[in-house]
Structures are given as structure tokens and as C-alpha cells.
């Protein structure tokens, strides 16, 4: 962890750089809160770097989930078919992306349970119909082929 | 007169189908083990838009306070508890399930529940008025000091890490700078995009930090689900049995006592509120061995203090902007997509609104104990869907969701964005609450620190710190976060880590 600490304080302090320069072109007041917040952010990620090299007498764990690099490859492909089924939104429609995206994400999920996937989707899916078309009248992308 | 007139606008069709709505939703996503409050209400907030305000805040007041219930439910039946408010309740209400007792838990839960929510809209009702006057005395410095006092507190309370809270505070901060400057016109931060002029969307932001950031969690181990358990305890009854009322009366009264004064806290929330109020049961009680194996105070007091937080987070909330909890943080959020501004106009121009949310909070604890108590013997099935079931469902809602905001697909692209962030920020232990209530309080504090800038003769510190007001809220900040480094430093709050955000379900 402490490792993983100094890197998000070393990346942030170096993040503050260009955001604090972009700020020379804001016009009057305007560049005076956001580098008061990034002179904020840049002492917070001074004290975090500190604060990793430091022994810590209880040693705590920060993170949630997994331990490891394997246990996040599994959320980014998700993640990544989650975005190609927002792009499919477009052309297909918003109904037929959210069938191929629970198509594509059924084997990166490994599902054991088929039946309880099926009606999940299935339910999820008639839920968004009735509430968000019907009920709140939201014009849902039907893609090019409507 | 105008009293009753608030009463009864609570029983109109719509404000109680959004009640009803709310409540079964809330135990929903409170009874299954690892969805929480925040994303409950982050979830639910764009299907409010279209809805009349009062019927859109009961809505998801309904769905706080019924979801901190709800995660009684896997916490009794499954020792597993829906939400980290419920932990304490999973120690005694497990083993009677065991013993074959689960009605008698799950009634005494409801029972306690119901009492702790209602003495904590009381305290709502009573305590928030007054309150609000405070904010009448508020210039920009204060506004300025009260933005920053308020991210310190969910900063340093959110997560076991100070810094790492506060970090991600004045990330929020930053954040809330992207777009149009107000003053000039020009464009700040947005990269040539033309979306980004009118900012960063706080609503698409809110279900990305704290939805699709939950379902990425769940990506890692998509086939766990709750182990099967015999559930099967006769006796099933709305009510507790006399005797049982009469075991647990004296620590409901305390409980919510507790449950009111640590909601009211800043930053402090249901969980916390739960695990005094166990310790205090067990400090006061006479034979100290039933803790641990079945005590129905142990459950009594869990539960009424984890709901008596919910009524009481939403005073510092409703009068002075300050949530008293993350998920209060996120119904500020709510309050300010519905225009309204905490503080005193609250209770005079939206008199209406408040007071009609207010008695419907009341109203709504009661309609939780009855749909709880009705739904209660099915809530085992929900609390054991695989998360493969849950994963898609979170991510198509939190798609649909950030969608119908403005029918804009960019909303979905800042969701996706800020889930991607959220998942990051977990998995290296920073929690998006502080991030979020920087989203919504930037433009406020920038607002205020503008203006005190201007009207300073001096040094801009001189004249923030100049009023009283601000001065207090000055020493609180220091206190705040000098208290958490002390205690951190201390150790003290190592057990609580990883509370927030949800209980991982087990393989």
C-alpha cells in the first residue's frame, strides 16, 4: 500500500503543474479558487507522500476488494464492454446495445446462474420501459435503423 | 392550521406512492449485502426529475431511512448486514436465527427501527427550526468557512485514511471550477469541450462515484452470493409480544437519544451511531452474557440508533448545509438539483415543501415497518441474488439514469468517467463521498471566497476570520481534523476501516 501511495502523491503533486499553469489564461478572479484547491490538493499529496515513507505503527488496510493486479482485470473488460454498449446506444438503439452489452458481459462475468442473469436483464429492462418511457416520457436513443 | 394543512399534503396519492416507492427500493438495496444508501439515492435521483419536489424528496428520504432498515434483513437472516449500519445487528440477530428465532429478531429490528426513525423525525421537526435562524447571520466568509468546515468533516469521517479524505475534498473542489466562469464568461478547465461549459454534472457524476464505481467492485467476484441458510422461525407477528417491548423499552429510549445526537454530528453516521449505542446496551445491562447470543436489546439497540441517525443527519443538512452523513451528503446534491438551498428560506419561502417532507419522513417510517414486516419473509431471497445478477442491473440503471437527465449522451460518458474514477479511488482507499460534497459545495465556497476577497480592505484570512461565526467554524475545522489525526495517529480507528461503503458479500 505504501508504495500505491507514493505513486497517486507523486502523480497528483505533478497532476497540480499544468492545471495551476492553464490557469494564467483565466481572466480577473478566475484563476484564484482552483489554485487555491490545487495548492490544497498539492499539500494534501505532500502529506500523503510524507506520511508513506513514515513506519506506520498500525498497519491498516485502506482498499476495498481484491488484493492483487488479476482482481481488476475482470472490472476494466467490464468496464470496457459498458462503454461499447453506450457507443452501440447510438446506432442500435438504446434496448437492442443494453441485449448486446448483457450478451457480451454474460461471459466476462462468468455467470454461474443462468436463469437468474436472464431475469435480471429481463426485468431490468421492462422496469426501464415502464418507468422511464411510459411514466417519465424520456426519449430513449432508438438508433439509425428506427 | 397551516400545520395540518402540511399533514395532510402528506397523504396525497402521489406524495404516498413516493413514499411507498421509496421504502420498498430502500429495503431492496438495503437487504442486499454490499449496495448501500448513497447508491440507493444516487440511483433514484434521476427518476425524481420529472416529479413534483415534495413527492421527489420523500421519495428519497423514504429510501434513506428504509434502506439503513433494510440491511437488518441479511444481517439477521444471513450474518451478513445489507449495509455497515447494520453490522452490530448481525452479532445477536444471527444467532436466534440460528436458534431458529429469526420472526423474533426481525420483528424486535422493525419494532426498534420504526421508534428509533420517528423519535429522530421528531427531532427533526423540532431541533431544525430554530436552526435555521443561524444562517440568517451568514455573509460570503461564512458561507465560505461553513463549505470548507463541512468537507473536513465528511473528509476526516469518511474514510479511516484523514489525508486521503481530505485529498479527495479538494479534488471535489477542483472539480466544481470546470466550466463557464461566472464573472468573465471564459471558459475554465474544459479542454475545448463545449459540454463542460456549464460544468461538471453532479448527478451523473453522483451515480458514477458511487453506483457503476459499486459494480465494477462486484465485477471481481461476480459469482459470490450468500450462503443458504434455514431461515424457517415460526411466530410470525407485526408487533412484539409485551414482555419483549417491555425488555428492550428503556434502551430504545436511549438508543434513540444516541441514534439523534450522533446523526446530528457532522459526518458521523448510521454505522457509528449503531455500534455506541450496542456498547452503551451493553454497558447498562444487567447480565452481560446475553450480548453475543441472542439479545433482542442488542438488536433493539443497533437498530433504533442506526434509524434515529437518518431524521437527525438531515437537521445540520436542511438548516445549514452541512450533511450529517455521506448519504445526506448525496441528498444535498438532490436538494440543489430540485433548486432548493439549505438554511433559513428552507422553512420560510419553502415552508411547504419542508414541512411536508418532514411529517412525511414521519410517515414514511411508519409505512417502513409495515412493508418490512410484510415483505420481511421474502427479503431472503433478494439479500441472496449473485452479484452476476446485480452487476448488469446497476450498470443499465446507472446508463438509463444519467441519461434522462437532459437526454444527453455525454451525461453517460461523465458516468462512465467518474465510475471508472470511483473504482480507482476505492481500490487505493479514498471514498467519493468527500469528492461529491466538493462537486456540490465548490461552487458555494468559490461564491463565498470571491466575494470576501472583494470586500476585504486587508488580508482576505483577516476578514474570513473577522466574524464570529466564521471564527467558530474555523476552530471546529481545526478540531475536526486535529481530533481525526490524533486519533488516527492513535490507532484508535483502525476497526473501523473499510465500514464505509459497504459490506463485501461472502463467496
Known amino acids: 500500500m505504501p508504495w500505491i501511495n507514493r505513486i497517486l502523491a507523486l502523480s497528483l ?80 438503439g438504446f434496448f437492442p446495445a443494453m441485449i448486446a452489452f448483457a450478451a457480451v458481459l454474460f461471459p466476462v462475468l462468468r455467470v454461474e446462474n ?31 435503423t428506427a | 392550521m397551516e400545520i395540518l394543512s402540511f399533514v395532510l399534503q402528506v397523504f396525497t396519492p402521489m406524495n404516498m406512492l413516493a413514499i411507498v416507492a421509496g421504502v420498498v427500493s430502500g429495503l431492496v438495496i438495503g437487504g442486499l449485502p454490499g449496495l448501500t444508501a448513497n447508491l440507493g439515492v444516487a440511483l433514484l435521483l434521476p427518476v425524481t426529475f420529472s416529479m413534483d419536489v415534495t413527492a421527489a424528496l420523500l421519495m428519497l428520504m423514504s429510501l434513506y431511512t428504509a434502506a439503513i432498515y433494510g440491511g437488518s434483513f441479511s444481517a439477521i437472516l444471513l450474518h451478513t448486514p445489507g449495509t455497515s449500519a447494520s453490522a452490530a445487528t448481525a452479532i445477536d440477530g444471527f444467532v436466534l436465527t440460528q436458534r431458529g428465532e429469526f420472526a423474533k429478531a426481525i420483528r424486535v429490528a422493525t419494532f426498534s427501527s420504526v421508534v428509533g426513525g420517528l423519535a429522530s423525525g421528531v427531532a427533526l421537526l423540532v431541533f431544525a427550526p430554530p436552526l ?20 473536513t468533516v465528511i473528509g476526516t469521517v469518511s474514510t479511516g485514511n484523514m489525508v486521503k479524505g481530505l485529498i479527495a475534498g479538494a479534488v471535489g473542489l477542483f472539480l466544481s471550477t470546470v466550466g463557464m466562469d461566472l464573472d468573465s464568461g471564459f471558459p475554465r478547465y474544459t479542454f475545448g469541450l463545449f459540454a463542460l461549459q456549464s460544468g461538471i454534472n453532479f448527478v451523473p457524476a453522483v451515480i458514477g462515484l458511487f ?20 431461515s424457517k422461525g415460526g ?13 428492550i423499552r428503556t434502551t430504545l429510549v436511549r438508543s434513540s437519544l444516541i441514534g439523534i445526537v450522533v446523526g446530528i454530528l457532522p459526518g458521523a453516521g448510521a454505522d457509528i451511531g449503531s455500534w455506541v449505542s450496542y456498547n ?10 446475553q450480548f453475543g447470543n441472542g439479545s433482542i436489546v ?21 438548516t445549514l448545509g452541512i450533511p450529517g452523513s455521506t448519504t445526506a451528503a448525496v441528498l444535498l446534491g438532490a436538494l440543489i438539483v430540485h433548486g432548493l438551498l439549505p438554511g433559513h428560506a428552507m422553512f420560510e419561502e419553502h415552508a411547504s415543501i419542508t414541512y411536508t417532507v418532514i411529517f412525511g419522513f414521519l410517515v414514511a417510517n411508519v409505512v417502513m415497518g409495515a412493508v418490512g414486516m410484510t415483505l ?15 452487476i448488469p442491473t446497476i450498470f443499465i440503471l446507472s446508463i438509463v439514469g444519467s441519461y434522462s437527465l437532459g437526454n444527453n449522451v455525454f451525461d453517460i460518458y461523465t458516468m462512465m468517467a467518474f465510475g471508472l474514477l470511483g473504482y480507482v479511488m476505492r481500490k487505493s482507499g479514498f471514498h467519493p463521498a468527500p469528492m461529491i460534497l466538493g462537486l456540490i459545495l465548490g461552487p458555494i465556497a468559490e461564491t463565498g471566497f470571491r466575494q470576501s476577497v472583494t470586500l476585504a480592505e486587508g488580508p482576505v484570512l483577516a476578514y474570513i476570520l473577522g466574524s464570529p461565526i466564521s471564527l467558530i467554524l474555523a476552530v471546529l475545522t481545526l478540531l475536526s481534523v486535529g481530533t481525526a489525526a490524533f486519533l488516527e495517529s492513535r490507532g484508535i480507528r483502525a476497526k473501523r476501516d473499510g465500514s464505509v461503503g459497504g459490506t463485501a458479500r461472502t463467496p
Request: glycine fraction near 8%; charge should be positive; include cysteine.
Open chain 2, 211 to 230: 453506483s457503476l464505481s459499486q459494480a465494477l467492485m462486484m465485477c471481481e467476484d461476480a459469482n459470490a452470493t450468500i450462503q443458504r441458510v434455514d
Open chain 2, 376 to 390: 420481511g419473509k421474502f427479503m431472503v431471497h433478494i439479500a441472496r441474488l449473485p452479484n452476476a445478477a446485480i
Open chain 1, 13 to 92: 503533486m505533478a497532476g497540480v503543474i499544468p492545471l495551476w499553469r492553464m490557469a494564467d489564461r483565466f481572466p480577473g478572479m478566475g484563476a484564484v479558487f482552483p489554485r487555491v484547491t490545487l495548492a490544497a490538493v498539492a499539500t494534501l499529496a505532500a502529506a500523503m507522500l510524507a506520511r508513506s515513507v513514515m513506519p506506520a505503527r498500525v498497519r491498516r488496510v485502506e482498499t476495498e476488494g481484491t488484493r492483487g493486479p488479476r482482481g481488476i482485470v475482470r472490472p476494466l473488460v467490464g468496464f470496457a464492454v459498458g462503454l461499447g454498449g453506450v457507443y452501440l446506444m447510438r446506432h442500435l
Open chain 2, 132 to 151: 435555521s435562524l443561524l444562517t440568517l447571520k451568514f455573509g460570503p466568509a461564512e458561507y465560505f468557512m461553513l463549505a470548507i468546515f463541512a468537507l
Open chain 2, 235 to 247: 411466530g410470525w407477528r407485526f408487533l412484539p409480544f409485551r414482555d419483549e417491548i417491555r425488555a
Open chain 2, 280 to 289: 452503551e446496551a451493553r454497558r447498562f445491562a444487567r447480565d452481560k452474557s
Open chain 1, 114 to 144: 443462468r436463469r437468474i442473469y436472464l431475469i435480471a436483464i429481463v426485468a431490468v429492462l421492462i422496469g426501464i420501459y415502464l418507468v422511464f418511457v411510459l411514466l417519465l416520457g424520456v426519449p430513449l436513443t432508438a438508433g439509425r
Open chain 2, 298 to 318: 442488542g438488536i433493539a439497540a443497533s437498530e433504533a440508533a442506526n434509524n434515529a441517525v437518518t431524521g437527525s443527519s438531515l437537521i445540520p443538512l436542511l
